[in-house]
């Protein structure tokens, strides 16, 4: 497994966030009150103002980012990362403060958001690492933390050929003040296959 890290002032936001301070090696975010990522779905509202780095993502390599979930404390604090076509497809796939307990987070977009939900309390406080891996017309999606190996928590549907790009997101639909510290951007090797872990390299 081959990795090429991302530096952080690659790529364009799709909103600027509150904050941005390079630390040690790692990029700190700050999101603005109310952001989020949302299409009708449920709510009826869209919600298009989350705040997203993204860089060009070629069908022959796998995204990494990596970000440590130690300022999440209220409800829908979330970060991940974001895989996008346009404004209405994209999948944004992180980890999500859920009645005080961090899950594992997918949305689906085409239009219409979906959601899915896993809960992981076990990870409160380490760092969390999601990957996305195109295969065929869909990408799989993992998602381990420092202290466990990866569990796929996603197969979407993603066909887009051209125009595709990803990377770090944050977003605070419900306060101000979240910071969110990502220590890790990487483009690697794509899956083998959908039932073979990939390496759990840094």
């Not at 530096?7 to 109310?34: I, M, N, Q």
């Amino acid at each position: 497994m081959s990795y090429t890290n991302i530096p952080w002032d690659t790529g364009e936001w799709t909103t600027a966030p509150v904050s941005l301070e390079h630390e040690d090696g790692c990029l700190r975010v700050g999101a603005k009150h109310g952001s989020d990522y949302w299409e009708k779905t449920l709510y009826e509202f869209e919600h298009r103002d989350g705040h997203a780095l993204l860089a060009p993502w070629e069908d022959n390599s796998a995204m990494e980012v990596t970000f440590k979930l130690s300022s999440f404390t209220e409800l829908y604090d979330q970060a991940g990362l974001m895989l996008w076509h346009g404004p209405q497809q994209w999948i944004k796939a992180g980890v999500e403060l859920n009645d005080g307990v961090p899950h594992v987070a997918v949305v689906v977009t085409d239009g219409y958001s979906d959601w899915s939900l896993a809960p992981a309390p076990q990870w409160v406080g380490q760092d969390v690492t999601i990957r996305a891996s195109r295969q065929k017309d869909a990408v799989i999606i993992r998602a381990r933390s420092q202290s466990e190996g990866w569990r796929t928590i996603r197969v979407a549907r993603f066909p887009y050929a051209t125009d595709k790009q990803a990377g770090p997101f944050v977003c605070s639909p419900t306060r101000a003040g979240l910071e969110v510290v990502f220590t890790r951007w990487v483009l690697a090797s794509p899956d083998e296959d959908l039932h073979t872990d990939p390496p759990t390299g840094e």
